[in-house]
């Protein structure tokens, strides 16, 4: 009988509430935000100075506290101070920044701190809840553990790689913009989906946007929606993708594409965290987290005037850089392998084998289209190959080094030599085709040179600096 009871007991035991603490000091602010918690079901804990936070996280920390909120400036010091404790002593415990509206640089100096997210005030008892439910289910939730690189969707065994890997996971913690660069074919939407998959938007929409295939007229109508009658053929509302993406992530591609005016416009919606649809009188909110991209240089494209500074720093809170494929070489076996199984399985046919002369080309290759190259080399080649052998022809590899002057390699060439070309350019796309003719000259330079480089540069027709410019760019220093 007192087993039965005990049993009883056991099953009626109910989790104790998820406790924030607030930090703040102002009365006004530390009730409103106690009382909409409250109706949460979450229990707060309220601070109004720097000493008294310190103080219930050594009392509580390791117990029941599920986030911090805490405003920037307190009586005896800064919600700076505030983060970086958390961060050095609590790393598990997201904190997020109250500001005031429009302060943008204090918010964007926490996000980069390693704040969770941050709040405006006045406060938004919509964008208070949707922060708390983020940072609830990021703490109560415990992702699989990936025990291998093989069961890890980012194949690789580098170095370069597994910081990339870290990386992930740590930025999956938080709602800060990221911004992923590197080269075309590097991979930037597939770590954009594995930060998004590993967060707390996990179970929400990931809506990818390529910015360079919108047409300018008809970005503002894709990005914010318009409403019936705004324009001609607009014959009934429509959400546009930021509303697409509510509650998930909304992943810009090739953002340096942008149009000035769209960035403007993006700028607004990223800091205001509303959009207003084409023919629209009001915003409408949205909890949106903005990951972005560019094969580009974006700094370089600031320092030009074709893209706006302030939303360059916006997005670009944190930076997440994907090495080449030439730079983590160690890594290209384990890439050749997974390909040749996924695309016998996809051909129903049984995995073909390299050669030696075959798997060696390969690793001596420079990949100017990276994984996306490799991947699309081992798909002709399994078409066109006439064994279940692929041998170094079977590859058809663009060699990096010319033998003859690239100008006169190409005024010799057929029509069907040039399709060829086009076809390569389509492959590894045309930004990757250009820089791998630009290579080709810099090293027939080089070679003709002797590697004298004021040589080198007279011989381009360029200056010294140009040439040394474009040397470190494409890693030919």
Known sequence: MEDRE????????????????????????????????????????????????????????????????????????????????????????????????????????????????????????????????????LTLEKPAKVTTFSQHPLLGVSEPIEQVRRMIDKLARSQAPVYISGESGTGKELVARLIHAKGPRADKPFIPVNCGAIPADL????????????????????????KAAEGGTLFLDEVADLPLDMQVKLLRVIQEKAVRP???????????????????????KVAEGEFREDLFYRINVIQLHLPSLRDRRSDIDVLINHFLKQ????????????TDSARDALNQHDFPGNVRELENILERAMTL????????????????????????????????????????????????????????????????????????????????RTLRYRLKKLNLE
């Open 6 to 137: 005990s049993q009883c007991n056991v099953s009626q035991t109910v989790e104790p509430a998820p406790c924030v603490l607030i930090v703040d000091d102002e009365p006004d602010i530390l009730e409103l935000i106690d009382i909409t918690l409250s109706r949460m079901g979450v229990q707060c804990l309220l601070a109004e100075t720097l000493a008294q936070a310190n103080q219930i996280l050594k009392e509580e920390a390791h117990r029941s506290l599920r986030l911090c909120l805490t405003d920037m400036r307190l009586p005896d010091g800064s919600g700076m101070e505030l983060i970086r404790t958390i961060q050095a002593h609590y790393p598990s415990l997201p904190v997020a920044m109250i500001t005031a509206h429009g302060n943008m640089t204090c918010a964007i100096e926490a996000l980069k701190a390693g704040a969770f997210d941050f709040l405006n005030k006045p406060v938004d008892i919509k964008t208070l809840r949707e922060l708390v439910t983020s940072a609830l289910r």
């Open 219 to 242: 970005m503002e109508s894709e990005l914010f929606g318009h409403r019936k009658g705004s324009f001609t053929g607009a014959t009934s509302h429509k959400d546009g993708l930021f």
């Open 278 to 300: 084409i023919g629209a009188a009001q915003e409408e909110h949205v909890d949106v987290r903005i990951l972005s991209a560019t094969h580009k240089d974006l700094a370089k």
């Open 343 to 354: 695309l016998a399985s996809e051909m129903e046919v049984p995995v073909p084998r390299l």
């Open 385 to 464: 190959c006439d064994s279940q052998q692929i041998s170094c022809e079977d590859l058809s590899l663009r060699m990096s080094a010319p033998s003859a002057k690239p100008s006169q390699a190409r005024d010799t060439q057929s029509s069907s030599d040039w399709r060829d070309e086009f076809t390569y350019a389509q492959e590894i796309g045309l930004e990757a085709y250009l820089e791998t003719i630009e290579r080709e000259m810099l090293t027939h330079a080089l070679n003709e040179t002797q590697h004298n480089k004021t040589a080198a540069a007279a011989l381009l027709g360029i200056s010294f």
